[in-house]
Protein backbone atom coordinates (compact mmCIF):
# COMPACT_ATOMS: atom_id res chain seq x y z
CA UNK A 1 0.00 0.00 0.00
CA UNK A 2 1.50 3.72 -0.65
CA UNK A 3 0.65 4.89 2.41
CA UNK A 4 1.64 8.90 1.50
CA UNK A 5 -1.43 8.42 -1.41
CA UNK A 6 -4.14 7.59 1.52
CA UNK A 7 -3.14 10.32 4.26
CA UNK A 8 -2.75 13.07 0.65
CA UNK A 9 -6.71 11.34 0.31
CA UNK A 10 -7.44 12.32 3.76
CA UNK A 11 -5.95 15.61 3.94
CA UNK A 12 -8.10 16.68 0.56
CA UNK A 13 -11.51 15.80 2.71
CA UNK A 14 -10.04 17.64 5.14
CA UNK A 15 -9.50 20.89 3.45
CA UNK A 16 -12.19 20.15 1.16
CA UNK A 17 -14.98 20.02 4.00
CA UNK A 18 -12.69 22.46 6.29
CA UNK A 19 -12.51 19.73 9.14
CA UNK A 20 -9.32 20.85 11.10
CA UNK A 21 -7.36 24.11 10.72
CA UNK A 22 -3.94 23.39 8.62
CA UNK A 23 -1.64 22.77 11.53
CA UNK A 24 -4.72 22.71 14.00
CA UNK A 25 -5.56 20.70 17.51
CA UNK A 26 -7.62 17.64 17.33
CA UNK A 27 -8.37 14.95 19.75
CA UNK A 28 -8.55 11.51 18.85
CA UNK A 29 -11.69 9.15 19.76
CA UNK A 30 -9.37 6.26 20.02
CA UNK A 31 -10.54 2.79 20.57
CA UNK A 32 -7.23 0.72 19.13
CA UNK A 33 -8.82 -0.59 16.53
CA UNK A 34 -6.90 -0.35 12.98
CA UNK A 35 -10.03 2.49 12.10
CA UNK A 36 -8.75 5.04 15.07
CA UNK A 37 -5.11 3.65 15.09
CA UNK A 38 -4.74 4.65 10.89
CA UNK A 39 -6.63 8.22 12.04
CA UNK A 40 -4.55 9.45 14.68
CA UNK A 41 -1.24 8.40 13.05
CA UNK A 42 -2.50 9.70 9.42
CA UNK A 43 -3.22 12.74 11.28
CA UNK A 44 -0.18 13.10 12.92
CA UNK A 45 2.32 12.20 9.72
CA UNK A 46 -0.12 14.97 7.88
CA UNK A 47 1.43 17.70 10.70
CA UNK A 48 -1.61 18.67 12.69
CA UNK A 49 -1.15 18.58 16.35
CA UNK A 50 -2.79 15.52 18.06
CA UNK A 51 -3.98 14.18 21.06
CA UNK A 52 -6.12 11.15 22.15
CA UNK A 53 -8.77 10.30 24.39
CA UNK A 54 -10.23 6.55 24.85
CA UNK A 55 -13.32 6.14 26.62
CA UNK A 56 -13.41 2.48 28.84
CA UNK A 57 -17.19 1.53 28.56
CA UNK A 58 -15.98 -1.75 30.90
CA UNK A 59 -18.22 -4.11 28.14
CA UNK A 60 -15.72 -6.73 28.03
CA UNK A 61 -14.15 -6.97 31.46
CA UNK A 62 -10.58 -7.94 30.85
CA UNK A 63 -10.51 -7.10 26.98
CA UNK A 64 -11.79 -3.48 28.02
CA UNK A 65 -8.91 -3.00 30.43
CA UNK A 66 -6.42 -4.31 27.54
CA UNK A 67 -7.84 -1.65 25.47
CA UNK A 68 -7.37 0.99 27.31
CA UNK A 69 -3.93 -0.11 28.19
CA UNK A 70 -3.08 -0.38 24.83
CA UNK A 71 -4.41 3.56 24.02
CA UNK A 72 -2.88 5.18 26.81
CA UNK A 73 0.84 3.12 25.79
CA UNK A 74 0.72 3.42 22.05
CA UNK A 75 -1.56 6.91 21.85
CA UNK A 76 -0.46 8.57 25.23
CA UNK A 77 -3.67 8.43 25.10
CA UNK A 78 -6.14 10.34 28.31
CA UNK A 79 -8.50 7.30 29.37
CA UNK A 80 -12.02 8.25 30.90
CA UNK A 81 -14.67 6.14 32.95
CA UNK A 82 -17.73 5.90 30.18
CA UNK A 83 -19.31 3.50 32.57
CA UNK A 84 -23.07 2.96 32.22
CA UNK A 85 -25.89 2.87 29.70
CA UNK A 86 -27.85 -0.40 28.24
CA UNK A 87 -28.31 0.44 24.70
CA UNK A 88 -25.44 1.24 21.64
CA UNK A 89 -27.53 4.42 21.74
CA UNK A 90 -26.36 5.16 25.75
CA UNK A 91 -22.64 4.46 24.65
CA UNK A 92 -22.30 6.78 21.78
CA UNK A 93 -23.72 9.59 24.08
CA UNK A 94 -21.29 8.67 26.77
CA UNK A 95 -18.87 8.38 24.31
CA UNK A 96 -19.26 11.94 22.53
CA UNK A 97 -20.13 13.71 26.31
CA UNK A 98 -16.39 13.70 27.03
CA UNK A 99 -13.85 16.67 25.72
CA UNK A 100 -16.73 18.89 24.34
CA UNK A 101 -13.86 21.73 24.59
CA UNK A 102 -12.07 20.33 21.98
CA UNK A 103 -12.44 19.42 18.50
CA UNK A 104 -12.50 16.18 18.04
CA UNK A 105 -12.11 13.18 15.30
CA UNK A 106 -13.11 10.09 15.12
CA UNK A 107 -12.26 6.92 12.65
CA UNK A 108 -15.31 6.43 10.90
CA UNK A 109 -14.52 5.09 7.50
CA UNK A 110 -16.46 4.80 4.03
CA UNK A 111 -16.99 0.94 5.47
CA UNK A 112 -19.03 2.44 8.00
CA UNK A 113 -20.90 4.80 5.93
CA UNK A 114 -22.17 2.40 3.56
CA UNK A 115 -23.13 0.34 6.70
CA UNK A 116 -24.87 3.50 8.12
CA UNK A 117 -26.91 3.76 4.63
CA UNK A 118 -28.54 0.45 4.99
CA UNK A 119 -29.45 0.85 8.61
CA UNK A 120 -31.12 3.87 8.45
CA UNK A 121 -33.16 2.99 4.41
CA UNK A 122 -34.30 -0.16 6.83
CA UNK A 123 -34.93 1.98 10.09
CA UNK A 124 -36.25 5.20 8.52
CA UNK A 125 -36.71 4.96 4.58
CA UNK A 126 -33.98 7.40 4.35
CA UNK A 127 -30.69 7.20 2.96
CA UNK A 128 -28.74 9.27 5.06
CA UNK A 129 -25.00 8.46 5.58
CA UNK A 130 -22.71 9.86 8.28
CA UNK A 131 -22.02 13.59 8.30
CA UNK A 132 -18.14 14.95 7.90
CA UNK A 133 -18.52 17.16 10.58
CA UNK A 134 -21.38 16.35 13.31
CA UNK A 135 -23.65 18.98 14.58
CA UNK A 136 -21.38 19.01 17.70
CA UNK A 137 -18.49 19.78 15.85
CA UNK A 138 -16.68 16.07 16.06
CA UNK A 139 -15.41 15.59 12.50
CA UNK A 140 -14.88 12.25 10.51
CA UNK A 141 -11.46 12.79 8.48
CA UNK A 142 -11.40 9.03 7.37
CA UNK A 143 -15.09 8.75 5.15
CA UNK A 144 -13.03 8.89 2.01
CA UNK A 145 -10.87 5.60 3.37
CA UNK A 146 -12.32 1.73 3.53
CA UNK A 147 -12.04 -0.24 6.54
CA UNK A 148 -9.68 -2.94 4.99
CA UNK A 149 -7.37 -0.11 4.01
CA UNK A 150 -7.00 1.09 7.45
CA UNK A 151 -5.68 -2.61 8.37
CA UNK A 152 -3.59 -2.32 5.37
CA UNK A 153 -1.83 1.11 6.66
CA UNK A 154 -1.50 -0.11 9.77
CA UNK A 155 0.72 -3.18 8.85
CA UNK A 156 2.33 -0.85 6.12
CA UNK A 157 3.61 1.63 8.90
CA UNK A 158 4.45 -1.47 11.35
CA UNK A 159 1.49 0.06 14.02
CA UNK A 160 -0.26 -2.53 16.16
CA UNK A 161 -3.91 -2.01 16.59
CA UNK A 162 -7.04 -3.98 18.61
CA UNK A 163 -9.67 -6.48 17.08
CA UNK A 164 -12.79 -6.26 18.99
CA UNK A 165 -14.57 -9.25 18.94
CA UNK A 166 -17.65 -8.32 20.14
CA UNK A 167 -18.49 -6.29 16.75
CA UNK A 168 -20.69 -8.85 15.68
CA UNK A 169 -23.12 -8.48 18.60
CA UNK A 170 -24.14 -5.32 17.05
CA UNK A 171 -26.76 -4.27 14.61
CA UNK A 172 -23.94 -2.70 12.73
CA UNK A 173 -21.95 -6.60 12.60
CA UNK A 174 -25.22 -7.86 11.50
CA UNK A 175 -24.97 -5.69 8.56
CA UNK A 176 -21.69 -6.20 8.15
CA UNK A 177 -21.06 -9.98 8.93
CA UNK A 178 -24.69 -10.94 6.91
CA UNK A 179 -26.23 -8.62 5.41
CA UNK A 180 -23.81 -6.84 3.03
CA UNK A 181 -22.29 -9.84 1.88
CA UNK A 182 -25.32 -11.27 0.50
CA UNK A 183 -25.96 -7.72 -1.59
CA UNK A 184 -22.50 -8.02 -2.33
CA UNK A 185 -24.15 -11.50 -4.47
CA UNK A 186 -26.43 -8.72 -6.05
CA UNK A 187 -23.61 -6.70 -7.36
CA UNK A 188 -20.20 -6.46 -6.83
CA UNK A 189 -20.26 -3.01 -6.79
CA UNK A 190 -22.77 -2.71 -4.44
CA UNK A 191 -20.57 -1.14 -1.71
CA UNK A 192 -19.31 1.77 -3.77
CA UNK A 193 -22.73 2.28 -5.07
CA UNK A 194 -24.00 3.13 -1.58
CA UNK A 195 -21.08 5.08 -0.48
CA UNK A 196 -22.27 7.28 -3.88
CA UNK A 197 -25.88 7.11 -2.14
CA UNK A 198 -24.23 8.22 1.33
CA UNK A 199 -22.30 11.31 -0.43
CA UNK A 200 -25.23 13.37 -2.14
CA UNK A 201 -24.55 16.59 -0.97
CA UNK A 202 -28.11 17.76 0.09
CA UNK A 203 -29.30 20.21 -2.93
CA UNK A 204 -30.09 24.06 -1.70
CA UNK A 205 -33.86 22.90 -2.15
CA UNK A 206 -32.90 20.23 -0.34
CA UNK A 207 -32.05 22.39 2.53
CA UNK A 208 -35.41 24.81 2.06
CA UNK A 209 -37.60 22.27 2.26
CA UNK A 210 -35.96 21.03 5.51
CA UNK A 211 -37.03 23.87 7.40
CA UNK A 212 -40.01 25.34 8.18
CA UNK A 213 -38.41 28.53 10.38
CA UNK A 214 -38.71 31.67 8.79
CA UNK A 215 -38.89 32.34 5.13
CA UNK A 216 -36.77 32.02 2.11
CA UNK A 217 -36.56 32.01 -1.56
CA UNK A 218 -34.78 29.64 -3.85
CA UNK A 219 -33.54 30.76 -7.73
CA UNK A 220 -34.54 27.30 -9.50
CA UNK A 221 -33.86 29.06 -12.63
CA UNK A 222 -35.56 28.99 -15.88
CA UNK A 223 -37.85 32.01 -14.65
CA UNK A 224 -39.01 29.71 -11.49
CA UNK A 225 -38.67 30.29 -8.01
CA UNK A 226 -39.54 28.28 -4.94
CA UNK A 227 -40.82 30.44 -2.00
CA UNK A 228 -41.41 29.37 1.22
CA UNK A 229 -43.01 30.92 4.26
CA UNK A 230 -42.58 28.92 7.54
CA UNK A 231 -44.71 25.24 6.70
CA UNK A 232 -46.32 26.82 3.63
CA UNK A 233 -44.28 26.43 0.20
CA UNK A 234 -45.18 27.54 -3.57
CA UNK A 235 -43.64 27.80 -6.88
CA UNK A 236 -43.30 31.42 -8.29
CA UNK A 237 -42.30 33.23 -11.46
CA UNK A 238 -39.15 34.64 -10.95
CA UNK A 239 -39.00 38.72 -11.22
CA UNK A 240 -39.18 40.34 -14.77
CA UNK A 241 -37.97 43.59 -15.85
CA UNK A 242 -40.87 45.30 -17.52
CA UNK A 243 -38.94 46.56 -19.85
CA UNK A 244 -41.99 47.42 -22.86
CA UNK A 245 -43.96 43.92 -22.59
CA UNK A 246 -43.61 40.90 -20.49
CA UNK A 247 -46.21 38.03 -20.24
CA UNK A 248 -47.48 36.88 -16.99
CA UNK A 249 -49.64 33.68 -17.50
CA UNK A 250 -53.36 34.98 -18.21
CA UNK A 251 -51.74 38.35 -18.64
CA UNK A 252 -50.18 40.87 -20.91
CA UNK A 253 -48.50 44.09 -19.46
CA UNK A 254 -46.71 46.89 -21.38
CA UNK A 255 -44.91 50.28 -20.04
CA UNK A 256 -42.54 52.47 -21.46
CA UNK A 257 -41.51 54.05 -17.44
CA UNK A 258 -37.98 53.18 -16.45
CA UNK A 259 -37.02 50.80 -13.51
CA UNK A 260 -40.41 49.07 -13.45
CA UNK A 261 -40.65 44.64 -12.50
CA UNK A 262 -43.06 42.13 -12.81
CA UNK A 263 -43.19 39.58 -10.04
CA UNK A 264 -45.29 37.40 -7.97
CA UNK A 265 -47.04 38.71 -4.48
CA UNK A 266 -45.21 38.53 -1.64
CA UNK A 267 -46.47 38.84 2.48
CA UNK A 268 -46.23 42.17 3.96
CA UNK A 269 -46.23 43.97 0.34
CA UNK A 270 -48.17 46.97 0.24
CA UNK A 271 -48.90 49.65 -2.90
CA UNK A 272 -47.08 52.58 -3.33
CA UNK A 273 -47.16 55.05 -1.32
CA UNK A 274 -50.57 54.39 0.72
CA UNK A 275 -50.07 51.78 4.02
CA UNK A 276 -53.12 49.22 2.34
CA UNK A 277 -51.93 45.80 2.24
CA UNK A 278 -51.81 43.74 -1.07
CA UNK A 279 -53.29 41.01 0.59
CA UNK A 280 -56.44 43.45 2.28
CA UNK A 281 -56.28 44.21 -1.87
CA UNK A 282 -56.68 40.98 -2.75
CA UNK A 283 -59.46 40.36 0.19
CA UNK A 284 -61.55 43.21 -1.40
CA UNK A 285 -61.21 42.47 -4.74
CA UNK A 286 -62.61 38.82 -3.74
CA UNK A 287 -59.34 36.90 -5.25
CA UNK A 288 -59.40 33.64 -3.93
CA UNK A 289 -56.17 32.47 -1.65
CA UNK A 290 -55.21 29.91 -4.13
CA UNK A 291 -54.41 32.48 -7.00
CA UNK A 292 -52.90 34.94 -4.94
CA UNK A 293 -49.62 33.49 -4.72
CA UNK A 294 -49.38 33.76 -9.08
CA UNK A 295 -51.37 36.79 -9.38
CA UNK A 296 -48.65 39.21 -11.45
CA UNK A 297 -47.59 42.59 -9.65
CA UNK A 298 -45.99 45.96 -10.87
CA UNK A 299 -43.36 47.23 -9.09
CA UNK A 300 -40.75 49.31 -8.52
CA UNK A 301 -38.32 48.26 -6.21
CA UNK A 302 -40.24 47.32 -2.90
CA UNK A 303 -43.25 49.43 -3.93
CA UNK A 304 -46.23 47.89 -5.52
CA UNK A 305 -47.35 50.08 -8.05
CA UNK A 306 -50.02 48.09 -9.76
CA UNK A 307 -52.05 45.12 -9.55
CA UNK A 308 -53.49 44.05 -12.99
CA UNK A 309 -56.66 44.18 -13.03
CA UNK A 310 -57.55 45.63 -9.53
CA UNK A 311 -55.25 48.58 -9.21
CA UNK A 312 -54.72 50.90 -12.15
CA UNK A 313 -51.42 53.05 -12.59
CA UNK A 314 -50.47 55.81 -14.96
CA UNK A 315 -48.27 54.80 -17.94
CA UNK A 316 -48.79 50.92 -16.99
CA UNK A 317 -51.31 49.02 -19.59
CA UNK A 318 -52.58 45.59 -19.02
CA UNK A 319 -54.96 43.19 -21.19
CA UNK A 320 -55.80 39.77 -19.98
CA UNK A 321 -55.88 36.86 -22.40
CA UNK A 322 -58.63 34.27 -22.84
CA UNK A 323 -58.11 31.24 -21.18
CA UNK A 324 -56.82 28.16 -23.28
CA UNK A 325 -59.61 26.02 -21.90
CA UNK A 326 -62.76 28.71 -22.22
CA UNK A 327 -62.16 30.17 -25.90
CA UNK A 328 -64.28 33.47 -24.32
CA UNK A 329 -62.65 36.53 -25.10
CA UNK A 330 -62.05 38.76 -21.99
CA UNK A 331 -61.99 42.94 -22.57
CA UNK A 332 -58.58 44.15 -21.62
CA UNK A 333 -58.51 46.21 -18.19
CA UNK A 334 -56.66 49.15 -18.93
CA UNK A 335 -54.80 51.60 -16.48
Known sequence: METEAL?????ELIR????????GDVTCLVSGGADS???????TELGYRVSALHVNHALRGDASDEDARFCAE??????????????????????????????RATGHTASDQVETVLYRLAASGVA???KARREDGVVRPLLNVWRDETEEYCRAEGLEFRTDESNSDTKRGL?????LPRIRELHPAADRNLLRLAEQEPSALDELLASTAGS??????AGLTVVREYDQVWVERTPVALDGEVRWGEWRIASKLPGLKVRA????????????????VFVDAKIPRSARESWPLVVRGDDVVAVPGIVEAEGVRVERLPSPSSGVSTPPART
Do not use: M, N
Request: contains cysteine.
Open 7 to 11: RARVE
Open 16 to 23: RHDLIAPG
Open 37 to 43: TCLWHVL
Open 74 to 103: HFGAEVVDGGGGATEDDWRKIRYSFATDRL
Open 128 to 130: RGI
Open 175 to 179: IRDEI
Open 216 to 221: RRLDLG
Open 265 to 280: WRAGDRLAGRSKKIQD
